[in-house]
């Protein structure tokens, strides 16, 4: 359809309007406006056409310039943009809007681009594009004459900025030179509220969000001198940037992000009380743990030391932290946080905003990939992320919490399979990959098991799109990983290959899920919750990995049945039983039977990697893919014109997540840090300049591992043996928990959980003599506990001397002469 133009009082048509935003360009404006002219009356098919120039508060003589021309051909005409110069944004806008073309050409008035680029436009917009971008970066262009270096290179930092947070796929927005459908200009400017260079980037949005064809045209361009661009036009696209993507966030977005905030700081309300003061007793001994990790990466920084090994505890062999996923990937950029408002605040804001970054991560998901719902997508994402075995895993596990990058390396691996940007999606894939490997790399397994039985279900359901995928599919990981491994190499040897290294870690004959723990509720279940129930189908209240509820698993069953025919459906469901096949064991138990039969994970069971997975965990896999099918059966509800199906299938969609909807995580006041660490007094007892430990009895373990927070309380002050960490044990290497036990540690133990005194001879005091000069030990520690009077004499008869009593502790000072 042909625009149209007044002129003499008659109306014609107009093909072509070009639309020149001038500021001060009195010199080049005059032989810009001649080239075009002189370019468009020689076209072969003459067609009509206007040239408008729109004067952005010139100072200098550029109005008079135009009227000189528009005297000689009245198709050129000046729109005054005001008495200031408001930016290229606006005048564009006036420009645009008082245009009648059917295409309308944007050009710079120092025509970089030369006007007999114009053909290449044209012809990408009669091929069926809407918009024709010119382009310095797209393959063909040609640029015979460079700017300066430095603005080149901001340039290109700007377009690449530009493609990951606005326009992906575009190599350069910025480029003077666009075509675009008359029409379809006039709309999205008339919507754009940008005055500055950013205009470019909005209108491309405007296109890409109305699904408007955009293509990227390569053309010649040629620096001229007198650029109007100052060096804080690059700020202020910056700035434009940040306003365009914030108006681009829907209030319902808002609204979904805010609720995951609230209802992840409610879970954690217990803690929040006083972060310092407040312990998870879900936790066992975790918090400890956790806190201990992120507050030795913080010291290993400020001391400049190796991140990924430590002797402060598990002396004298250490601690190797890589193979402790210490998720260096938050507790280093945590670290200031730590310092300044110690570990507890660090870990608490490190587990509160992940949890909660995580459902608004699978939120994005579900709406870019699933439904475009948002009450929906909400649903879903919801129950993702706060399903009861992520509940059980906030009580403890960081790494099972904050699972952001999931969804993100999911969308990306969706992306691959486009065969669009396969080098560029690869490369980020990888470097998304390896970012997690730094968060959590037992999630990244189970999440690339997730997206295998998924691709497996889906790929069979729907060959057509399998056979156009996998090619690109496989081009794209295989560049991802070429990208991750420079990465992670170092890391990863050491962790698998470094000091304290080991091989698999066992958790048991048998470490899955019973049948019934898939239809039971998980003690934290607000309405239903049954801790004896739970604690019997599971490892400990922090592995509660499946406990879905029958009215959850009944739900989903109905949902797969009434929405059979569709490929994404069965794919979900398919992915579902597979994973909850699998998070049974290499055996299965039947309830109530004496029937055990071999489960599928007995194929995987001895597989590298694969071995020290604690199976009950892939039940987490089943997470999101329920919330996927509950935001699909959400969307089909609300689109339904009966009221009275839209009632009943809301409500078995309330009736079946009332039943694991969390209650807050329980707390309690929390043992305070003896004076004996807390003032210093341990100084006097241990020579840490000679590499001497102060020995915590009985030794700390993954039982009781209190003794970590003193250390950190100290300041890392002072090194110890014992510990909570994962390390090697015999010629084979096999990991397990805590330390290497010695003889003396494991009498102690002893005592501590039986609270008998043995006979103490001889042989024993030599043994403990042993194993104090073993650890180096400067002073033995024993604090108020259950059976600490039993411990307290043991430890008198294996040092011959009974201890002191000092800040809150008793102390055994084992230097010669005391």
Same mark, same amino acid.
């Given at each position: 359809?042909?625009?149209? !133009?007044?002129?003499?009082?008659?109306?014609?048509?107009?093909?072509?309007?070009?639309?020149?935003?001038?500021?001060?360009?009195?010199?080049?404006?005059?032989?810009?406006?001649?080239?075009?002219?002189?370019?468009?009356?020689?076209?072969?098919?003459?067609?009509?056409?206007?040239?408008?120039?729109?004067?952005?508060?010139?100072? =200098?003589?550029?109005?008079?310039?135009?009227?000189?021309?528009?005297?000689?051909?009245?198709?050129?005409?000046?729109?005054?943009?005001?008495?200031?110069?408001?930016?290229?944004?606006?005048?564009?806008?006036?420009?645009?809007?008082?245009?009648?073309?059917?295409?309308?050409?944007?050009?710079?008035?120092?025509?970089?681009?030369?006007?007999?680029?114009?053909?290449?436009?044209?012809?990408?917009?009669?091929?069926?594009?809407?918009?024709?971008?010119?382009?310095?970066?797209?393959?063909?262009?040609?640029?015979?004459? !460079?700017?300066?270096?430095?603005?080149?290179?901001?340039?290109?930092?700007?377009?690449?900025?530009?493609?990951?947070?606005?326009?992906?796929?575009?190599? =350069?927005?910025?480029?003077?030179?666009?075509?675009?459908?008359?029409?379809?200009?006039?709309?999205?400017?008339?919507?754009?509220?940008?005055?500055?260079?950013?205009?470019?980037?909005?209108?491309?949005?405007?296109?890409?969000?109305?699904?408007?064809?955009?293509?990227?045209?390569?053309?010649?361009?040629?620096?001229?001198?007198?650029?109007?661009?100052?060096?804080?036009?690059?700020?202020?696209?910056?700035?434009?940037?940040?306003?365009?993507?914030?108006?681009?966030?829907?209030?319902?977005?808002?609204?979904?992000?805010?609720?995951?905030?609230?209802?992840?700081?409610?879970?954690?309300?217990?803690?929040?009380?006083?972060?310092?003061?407040?312990?998870?007793?879900?936790?066992?001994?975790?918090?400890?743990?956790?806190?201990?990790?992120?507050?030795?990466?913080?010291?290993?920084?400020?001391?400049?030391?190796?991140?990924?090994?430590?002797?402060?505890?598990?002396?004298?062999?250490?601690?190797?932290?890589?193979?402790?996923?210490?998720?260096?990937?938050?507790?280093?950029?945590?670290?200031?946080?730590?310092?300044?408002?110690?570990?507890?605040?660090?870990?608490?804001?490190?587990?509160?905003?992940?949890?909660?970054?995580?459902?608004?991560?699978?939120?994005?998901?579900?709406?870019?990939?699933?439904?475009?719902?948002?009450?929906?997508?909400?649903?879903?994402?919801?129950?993702?992320?706060?399903?009861?075995?992520?509940?059980?895993?906030?009580?403890?596990?960081?790494?099972?919490?904050?699972?952001?990058?999931?969804?993100?390396?999911?969308?990306?691996?969706?992306?691959?399979?486009?065969?669009?940007?396969?080098?560029?999606?690869?490369?980020?894939?990888?470097?998304?990959?390896?970012?997690?490997?730094?968060?959590?790399?037992?999630?990244?397994?189970?999440?690339?098991?997730?997206?295998?039985?998924?691709?497996?279900?889906?790929?069979?359901?729907?060959?057509?799109?399998?056979?156009?995928?996998?090619?690109?599919?496989?081009?794209?990981?295989?560049?991802?990983? @070429?990208?991750?491994?420079?990465?992670?190499?170092?890391?990863?040897?050491?962790?698998?290959?470094?000091?304290?290294?080991?091989?698999?870690?066992?958790?048991?004959?048998?470490?899955?899920?019973?049948?019934?723990?898939?239809?039971?509720?998980?003690?934290?279940?607000?309405?239903?919750?049954?801790?004896?129930?739970?604690?019997?189908?599971?490892?400990?209240?922090?592995?509660?990995?499946?406990?879905?509820?029958?009215?959850?698993?009944?739900?989903?069953?109905?949902?797969?049945?009434? @929405?059979?025919?569709?490929?994404?459906?069965?794919?979900?469901?398919?992915?579902?039983?597979?994973?909850?096949?699998?998070?049974?064991?290499?055996?299965?138990?039947?309830?109530?039977?004496?029937?055990?039969?071999?489960?599928?994970?007995?194929?995987?069971?001895?597989?590298?990697?694969?071995?020290?997975?604690?199976?009950?965990?892939?039940?987490?896999?089943?997470?999101?893919?329920?919330?996927?099918?509950?935001?699909?059966?959400?969307?089909?509800?609300?689109?339904?014109?009966?009221?009275?199906?839209?009632?009943?299938?809301?409500?078995?969609?309330?009736?079946?997540?009332?039943?694991?909807?969390?209650?807050?995580?329980?707390?309690?006041?929390?043992?305070?840090?003896?004076?004996?660490?807390?003032?210093?007094?341990?100084?006097?007892?241990?020579?840490?300049?000679?590499?001497?430990?102060?020995?915590?009895?009985?030794?700390?373990?993954?039982?009781?591992?209190?003794?970590?927070?003193?250390?950190?309380?100290?300041?890392?002050?002072?090194?110890?043996?014992?510990?909570?960490?994962?390390?090697?044990?015999?010629?084979?290497?096999?990991?397990?928990?805590?330390?290497?036990?010695?003889?003396?540690?494991?009498?102690?133990?002893?005592?501590?959980?039986?609270?008998?005194?043995?006979?103490?001879?001889?042989?024993?005091?030599?043994?403990?003599?042993?194993?104090?000069?073993?650890?180096?030990?400067?002073?033995?520690?024993?604090?108020?506990?259950?059976?600490?009077?039993?411990?307290?004499?043991?430890?008198?008869?294996?040092?011959?001397?009974?201890?002191?009593?000092?800040?809150?502790?008793?102390?055994?000072?084992?230097?010669?002469?005391?």
């Amino acid at each position: 359809m042909s625009g149209t !133009h007044r002129a003499g009082g008659g109306q014609v048509s107009v093909d072509l309007s070009v639309v020149v935003p001038a500021y001060n360009e009195e010199e080049r404006l005059g032989p810009t406006l001649d080239a075009i002219i002189a370019h468009l009356a020689a076209a072969e098919a003459p067609a009509r056409w206007e040239i408008i120039v729109v004067d952005d508060g010139s100072t =200098d003589r550029t109005a008079e310039v135009v009227a000189a021309v528009t005297a000689r051909d009245a198709r050129v005409q000046l729109v005054s943009a005001g008495p200031r110069n408001r930016g290229k944004g606006h005048a564009l806008r006036l420009g645009v809007l008082a245009s009648h073309g059917r295409r309308v050409l944007l050009t710079d008035a120092d025509l970089s681009a030369p006007i007999d680029e114009l053909e290449r436009l044209d012809k990408a917009l009669s091929d069926g594009h809407t918009a024709a971008i010119g382009s310095r970066e797209a393959p063909g262009a040609s640029i015979e004459r !460079h700017q300066h270096r430095l603005r080149e290179a901001l340039g290109r930092a700007g377009n690449l900025l530009i493609r990951g947070v606005a326009v992906p796929g575009i190599r =350069d927005t910025q480029c003077g030179f666009k075509l675009f459908d008359g029409d379809r200009a006039r709309e999205a400017f008339a919507a754009s509220r940008l005055h500055g260079f950013g205009i470019d980037v909005e209108i491309l949005r405007y296109f890409r969000r109305n699904g408007w064809p955009v293509v990227e045209v390569p053309v010649r361009w040629s620096h001229q001198p007198g650029s109007k661009i100052r060096p804080r036009d690059y700020a202020r696209v910056l700035g434009e940037l940040a306003v365009l993507r914030t108006r681009s966030v829907r209030p319902a977005d808002v609204l979904a992000v805010t609720c995951f905030l609230l209802m992840s700081v409610t879970l954690y309300i217990g803690r929040w009380r006083d972060p310092n003061g407040r312990y998870l007793p879900d936790s066992l001994q975790d918090q400890n743990q956790w806190e201990w990790f992120f507050a030795v990466t913080a010291d290993n920084l400020v001391h400049l030391r190796n991140p990924l090994f430590t002797t402060f505890q598990g002396f004298p062999d250490g601690v190797n932290l890589m193979a402790n996923t210490v998720m260096l990937g938050l507790s280093v950029p945590f670290a200031p946080v730590t310092l300044v408002l110690g570990p507890a605040v660090s870990l608490a804001l490190v587990m509160t905003l992940g949890l909660a970054a995580t459902a608004a991560a699978w939120y994005w998901l579900i709406v870019k990939r699933v439904v475009r719902h948002r009450g929906a997508a909400f649903a879903g994402a919801a129950l993702a992320a706060f399903a009861p075995p992520m509940v059980s895993h906030a009580n403890a596990h960081p790494n099972f919490v904050v699972l952001f990058m999931i969804p993100l390396i999911t969308d990306r691996a969706l992306r691959l399979c486009t065969g669009a940007r396969t080098q560029r999606d690869g490369t980020v894939l990888g470097l998304m990959a390896a970012y997690q490997i730094f968060l959590g790399e037992e999630p990244l397994l189970l999440a690339a098991m997730g997206m295998l039985l998924f691709a497996a279900a889906y790929g069979l359901l729907r060959r057509d799109v399998a056979r156009a995928s996998w090619r690109p599919l496989l081009r794209g990981l295989g560049v991802a990983i @070429l990208v991750a491994i420079p990465l992670v190499a170092l890391p990863l040897s050491w962790q698998f290959f470094g000091p304290q290294s080991y091989g698999n870690i066992a958790h048991g004959a048998n470490s899955g899920n019973s049948p019934l723990a898939l239809l039971s509720f998980s003690e934290r279940s607000l309405l239903a919750g049954d801790r004896e129930r739970a604690d019997a189908l599971s490892l400990n209240i922090t592995e509660q990995n499946a406990f879905y509820g029958w009215p959850l698993v009944l739900l989903a069953l109905g949902i797969v049945v009434r @929405l059979w025919e569709r490929p994404l459906v069965k794919a979900l469901a398919v992915t579902a039983v597979g994973a909850a096949l699998l998070s049974l064991g290499p055996k299965i138990r039947l309830p109530q039977t004496d029937l055990v039969l071999p489960g599928p994970w007995a194929l995987f069971a001895e597989k590298p990697l694969l071995e020290s997975v604690i199976e009950s965990r892939v039940a987490m896999i089943c997470a999101p893919v329920l919330g996927m099918l509950l935001a699909i059966a959400f969307e089909r509800l609300a689109a339904v014109p009966g009221l009275g199906t839209r009632y009943v299938g809301f409500l078995a969609i309330t009736l079946a997540l009332l039943p694991i909807v969390p209650a807050p995580l329980r707390s309690v006041e929390r043992a305070e840090v003896p004076a004996f660490f807390a003032d210093g007094t341990w100084r006097s007892y241990v020579d840490t300049g000679a590499g001497e430990t102060l020995v915590p009895v009985p030794l700390p373990d993954p039982g009781n591992a209190e003794a970590l927070r003193w250390q950190t309380t100290a300041g890392f002050g002072f090194r110890m043996p014992g510990g909570y960490f994962n390390g090697p044990f015999g010629e084979d290497r096999v990991g397990i928990y805590g330390a290497v036990p010695r003889h003396t540690s494991n009498l102690l133990r002893d005592v501590r959980h039986s609270g008998r005194v043995p006979v103490i001879g001889d042989n024993w005091r030599a043994q403990a003599r042993q194993d104090f000069a073993y650890w180096q030990a400067g002073a033995l520690v024993l604090r108020p506990q259950m059976y600490d009077e039993q411990v307290r004499v043991t430890v008198d008869k294996l040092v011959g001397r009974p201890g002191k009593w000092v800040g809150g502790v008793w102390v055994w000072d084992l230097h010669a002469g005391d």
